[in-house]
């Protein structure tokens, strides 16, 4: 892609490069943004969208490579973990835009570990600008941090280029992202990511359910527990947005509403509104309400019967209708207007 030269030169560090990187790097490269990214790890389709890759293994190297790279103009900073904040600002005195994805203070609350809480203000307090997920995610955060910098919100949507024509006979539901048993949930804290009820309501109510797993077990455990479902593997981002365009519906619905959950904008929304289908929500979250208000799907608890549902296509015209406006492409000039801030 074209480099404008007057635009400033950024630094994208990231432990993961998770689909959300690759988003904002996408449409601001196709803005002119040169972005080089510092990553432990990227998987080889997404190279593409970075004009450099450099790989820190350790938080030495990753010093090294940021007092290296002197004509870095803003470091974008995504985590987690946290310390990549500590350890650019610590080598930089270049503006520092800290992209909160998560925090352990918005998972627990008051009752969060002492090192991770030490870890995420140093953050907030040494960033230039702070970047959140959603609305009541940011306004938590912000508080419980006392920071009153600059920050903005930007939710995890899809580039408009990478859009599906959704198939107008598509049936089924289909979930994506990350799942497990209650096996694997044992001592772990995403415990709304148990999908063993919910998949024992669907196949209750015979209706065809497809998982598409980032994480989890694999597919031997969906037959030791019985679960009527169509396990269909892994895909990498774009295959997958292709695939979810067959289906009728496209589900969000978390067992826990903890404080995560409850405020938070799952990049599997946008993936949907993406792929061109309806949403089956969870009740009482901000993405639920966020269906309801723009017409996009409906919402249940997570305990409920699986009710008949209703015709998708009404609620697919209106994903087509809403889903432009909501764009990456318009996302990122939030991020812009804050890059002009912190310089």
């Known amino acids: 892609m074209r480099v404008d030269p007057n635009k400033p030169?950024?630094?994208?560090?990231?432990?993961?490069?998770?689909?959300?990187?690759v988003k904002e790097a996408h449409c601001?490269?196709?803005?002119?943004?040169?972005?080089?990214?510092f990553t432990h790890r990227v998987p080889s389709y997404e190279q593409i969208f970075f004009d450099d890759i450099n790989i820190h293994k350790s938080r030495k190297l990753l010093k090294e490579l940021v007092?290296?790279?002197?004509?870095?103009?803003?470091?974008?900073?995504?985590?987690?973990?946290?310390?990549?904040?500590?350890?650019?600002?610590?080598?930089?005195?270049?503006?520092?835009?800290?992209?909160?994805?998560?925090?352990?203070?918005c998972r627990v609350g008051e009752e969060i570990d002492e090192h991770f809480r030490a870890s995420e203000q140093r953050a907030f307090d040494e960033c230039s600008g702070v970047i959140h997920v959603s609305e009541p995610y940011g306004d938590y955060g912000n508080k419980?941090?006392?920071?009153?910098?600059?920050?903005?919100?930007?939710?995890?949507?899809?580039p408009v280029d990478w859009y599906q024509k959704p198939k107008n006979n598509g049936g089924g539901v289909v979930y994506e992202g990350g799942m497990h048993t209650p096996l694997s949930?044992?001592?772990s804290p995403h415990k709304d990511r148990d999908f063993s009820?919910?998949?024992?309501?669907?196949?209750?109510?015979?209706?065809?359910?497809?998982?598409?797993?980032a994480v989890g077990e694999g597919q031997g455990?969906?037959?030791?527990?019985?679960?009527?479902?169509?396990?269909?593997?892994?895909?990498?981002?774009?295959?997958?947005?292709?695939?979810?365009?067959?289906?009728?519906?496209?589900?969000?619905?978390f067992p826990e509403k903890s404080n995560q959950v409850r405020w938070g904008m799952p990049n599997k929304l946008f993936?949907?509104?993406?792929?061109?289908?309806?949403?089956?929500?969870?009740?009482?979250?901000?993405?639920?309400?966020?269906?309801?208000?723009?017409?996009?799907?409906?919402?249940?608890?997570?305990?409920?019967?699986?009710?008949?549902?209703?015709?998708p296509q009404p609620y697919r015209e209106n994903v087509l209708k809403v889903r432009d406006s909501l764009s990456m492409d318009n996302e990122i000039k939030k991020v812009e207007r804050l890059y002009d801030q912190v310089l």
């Open 9 to 21: 030169v950024l630094g994208f560090v990231t432990q993961h490069c998770c689909i959300r990187v």
């Open 271 to 311: 993936d949907y509104l993406a792929a061109g289908i309806p949403i089956i929500g969870t009740k009482d979250t901000c993405f639920g309400d966020f269906i309801a208000e723009n017409g996009l799907g409906i919402n249940l608890s997570y305990y409920d019967d699986i009710p008949e549902l209703p015709d």
């Open 28 to 37: 601001l490269r196709k803005k002119g943004y040169k972005i080089r990214l």
């Open 197 to 213: 009820a919910l998949a024992q309501h669907f196949m209750e109510a015979e209706v065809p359910l497809y998982f598409y797993s």
């Open 221 to 253: 455990l969906f037959y030791k527990y019985g679960w009527g479902v169509n396990w269909m593997g892994s895909r990498d981002h774009f295959r997958l947005l292709s695939e979810l365009r067959q289906y009728g519906w496209g589900l969000i619905l």
């Open 67 to 105: 007092k290296q790279n002197e004509d870095v103009d803003i470091w974008h900073v995504h985590n987690e973990p946290t310390n990549l904040v500590q350890d650019v600002v610590e080598m930089t005195d270049k503006p520092v835009v800290f992209d909160v994805h998560d925090l352990h203070a």
């Open 144 to 158: 419980f941090y006392n920071y009153t910098g600059p920050s903005t919100v930007v939710y995890s949507s899809t």
């Open 185 to 187: 949930l044992k001592n």
